[in-house]
């Protein structure tokens, strides 16, 4: 049990996740368990998705992303992100969610800009915490299923 491995009193191994390097790395939503001293061959493959006729018809407020056709315009900018794509997309929203909500994020979330954190809490300082204690993490799981849809 060393101090890089993952650990719990079903597995010890290590916690592996192949992703964009632009994306957010949510280790523990899609990441792959490999056992100590065990060598494994990860394959790779692509995935596109398309919207239907139905969601592009949406308006993107409702539809909350933007269609590549969208994305070349003045009227948005990615707020956490320099790039515009789906999951960074779900991110934010997942984020700005979050802070609308609870007014915390968990602790593995990213730094974000305070003068982000301020639109979503009254008041907030540059020295306040965001992070969530026990209870608002309790609360948050409970309902976390609502922000990863």
């Known amino acids: 049990r060393g101090q890089f491995n993952a ?6 191994g290590w916690k592996v996740l192949i992703h964009d390097p632009a994306e957010f790395p ?7 368990f490999v056992g100590s001293g065990q ?10 998705s398309e919207s239907t006729p139905a969601v592009r018809a949406m308006s993107p407020k409702r539809r909350k992303c933007l269609l ?6 003045s009227l948005y900018n990615m707020t956490l992100f320099h790039e515009y794509k789906k999951s960074g997309c779900h991110f934010e929203n997942t984020v700005f969610g979050l802070l609308k909500q609870f007014k915390c994020l968990p602790y ?3 730094t974000i800009p305070h003068y982000l954190i301020a ?6 300082q540059s020295n306040d915490s965001i992070t969530c204690d026990g209870l608002q993490m309790k609360a948050m799981a409970e309902k976390i299923a609502f922000f990863s849809a």
């Open 26 to 32: 949510e280790v523990n939503k899609k990441g792959i």
């Open 7 to 12: 650990d719990s009193n079903f597995f010890t």
């Open 39 to 48: 060598e494994v061959s990860i394959g790779v493959s692509g995935q596109t």
């Open 119 to 124: 639109d979503y809490i009254p008041g907030f």
């Open 68 to 73: 590549r056709s969208e994305t070349d315009t």
């Open 108 to 110: 593995f979330m990213p």
